[in-house]
């Protein structure tokens, strides 16, 4: 098994495609934004809310996420949104990341009544990472090309489940105004108006919104449900990646690539569980996981891994190394290293790294391919050909790096 250097790999060009911005705040500025907008937290010090909320160990999903209140309770403040993005954008750039994806749920974060409109929302966020990225590309060794530029794209989170009370303003509202539809007929109309707004704001503003995604309860919310939203997505040239794989199984996964289009998977943690698989007319599980993982694996739709936060979520993992990375590894599967939620889950692009190579078998090459498809299958705020020369100049600059610290190719 081959071992890195922590420099080498902090130096090394890195992407994190699945980094959920409303999970990845810095523990200071919640703790100061909570106490200027007076939101009570379970602790006012770093330490205490590390052994309260943001834990290295959880007991299930539901406590992972039990944090979530408290971020999305402080950011919903036009100026708190773009501060915590301009903090994750410099976060990254400062651990060697040249390339982000940034995803959150608009709608959880919007109150029309106090400005907080989607379109106020994504601005501000847009503005933060526009203001990291400026600064970090007038760097001397970024405009002679001895560096590779920093560069973010947004993507827009559609909710599986929210309710009438108790999820955000907006959604309290937008559950008022159909009170007279069903409760899943809310649900996928919430997310359409959210795909709606990111086509619509992408072409006529120019924001750099370059995905959507599927977030929330996975289980009981399959992606087939969204069909009609992932449709008008897919007519419009969106990108497409969802959550699938989490926390249910092969099914999620089939249906997020048949009936949504899925260029990207996030997780797919249970790909290969035969014991996940719920569909009785599967009567040949075994078959079902292997072809579904020869098809994931020949369309090059990628998976979004994110080992500390399945470890975290997934207590019967117990041990990382049987995590299904090596499983996606040996069936050439495209993979990419990725944080999920820098401050729930505690961890750094770097450290994913650290967690991969020292647990995984991970030649150069591999590694390499793992890196360069970080780049090659983002979802770059540009042209094919803009991306292409921006993955390239990033490999180029992973050959310099290896080279620097003795890694031969």
Not at 108 to 115: A, H, K, N, T, V
Not at 155 to 176: A, D, E, V, W
């Amino acid at each position: 098994m081959n071992k890195y250097s922590d420099a080498f790999i902090q130096e090394m060009p890195k992407s994190d495609l699945h980094l959920h911005l409303d999970g990845s705040l810095r523990i200071p500025t919640l703790i100061e934004m909570a106490k200027k907008a007076k939101i009570n937290l379970p602790s006012q010090t770093e330490q205490g809310l590390r052994e309260l909320v943001f834990k290295d160990a959880y007991a299930n999903l539901g406590e992972y996420l039990n944090g979530f209140q408290y971020t999305c309770a402080v950011l919903r403040s036009l100026e708190n949104i773009e501060q915590v993005s301009y903090e994750l954008a410099i976060d990254n750039q400062n651990e060697g990341v040249n390339y982000i994806e940034p995803r959150f749920a608009p709608q959880l974060l919007m109150d029309m009544e106090q400005g907080l409109t989607m379109e106020a929302v994504l601005t501000a966020s847009c503005k933060g990472f526009e203001r990291a990225k400026k600064e970090y590309n007038s760097k001397p060794e970024v405009k002679n090309g001895e560096k590779p530029e920093f560069h973010y794209g947004l993507i827009l989170c559609s909710m599986r489940k929210f309710g009438p009370k108790g999820y955000s303003p907006f959604y309290t509202r937008f559950f008022k105004m159909m009170e007279y539809s069903k409760e899943m007929e809310v649900i996928t109309e919430a997310a359409l108006q959210l795909v709606k707004a990111a086509v619509k704001m992408r072409d006529e503003q120019g924001l750099p919104i370059v995905g959507i995604d599927l977030a929330g309860q996975e289980d009981g919310y399959p992606p087939g449900k969204f069909k009609e939203v992932y449709a008008f997505a897919h007519k419009h040239f969106m990108h497409k990646t969802v959550h699938a794989g989490e926390a249910y199984g092969a099914e999620s996964i089939f249906q997020a690539i048949t009936d949504c289009y899925a260029d990207r998977l996030g997780h797919g943690y249970y790909l290969f569980d035969e014991n996940k698989i719920v569909d009785p007319t599967i009567t040949d599980k075994k078959k079902y996981v292997t072809d579904l993982a020869s098809y994931v694996a020949d369309k090059r739709v990628m998976i979004e891994v994110c080992l500390t936060s399945n470890l975290q979520t997934n207590p019967e993992l117990k041990n990382i190394k049987n995590h299904p990375f090596k499983m996606m590894q040996d069936n050439r599967m495209a993979l990419t290293i990725c944080t999920d939620n820098r401050l729930v889950s505690n961890t750094t692009v770097s450290r994913e790294y650290r967690l991969a190579v020292d647990n995984f078998e991970m030649p150069v090459r591999r590694l390499k391919d793992i890196v360069a498809y970080g780049f090659k299958k983002s979802f770059f705020p540009g042209n094919y050909v803009q991306k292409r020369d921006y993955a390239k100049q990033c490999m180029q600059y992973f050959d310099r790096v290896a080279k620097k610290h003795g890694v031969e190719i």
